[in-house]
Nanobody
């Protein structure tokens, strides 16, 4: 069973919106932090947003005010609402979580391309 499965990536025009979703499998157990990272070509992986089990959030500087992270604990899902997308947001986006045993999991990545 794949631990994390992402969906929602695609091609969007500048100024548009996308919503990413990530589902954790039941084998992961209780979940603490959940988040999204991204890696653009020739760049290092960077934090996009994280959310703790009590709902506290933090965002990368480049996405503050445009992206919103949320989670559904019952469904073991985390979401990333991305608005006012820019070409520089183009990257592979990865879901990440830390479970109660402090084990980290990564999704396979979903491509987001912002282009006219």
């Amino acid at each position: 069973q794949v631990p994390l499965v992402e969906s929602g990536g695609g091609l969007v025009q500048p100024g548009g919106s996308l919503r990413l979703s990530c589902t954790a499998s039941g084998s992961i157990g209780s979940i603490n932090d959940m988040g999204w990272y991204r890696r653009a070509p020739e760049n290092q992986r960077e934090l996009v947003a994280r959310i703790t089990s009590d709902g506290s959030t933090n965002y990368g500087d480049s996405v503050k005010g445009r992206f919103t992270i949320s989670r559904d604990n019952a469904k073991k899902m985390v979401y990333l609402q991305m608005n006012s997308l820019k070409p520089e947001d183009t990257a592979v986006y990865y879901c990440n979580l830390r479970n109660a045993r402090n084990t980290y999991y990564w999704g396979q990545g979903t491509q987001v391309t912002v282009s006219s």
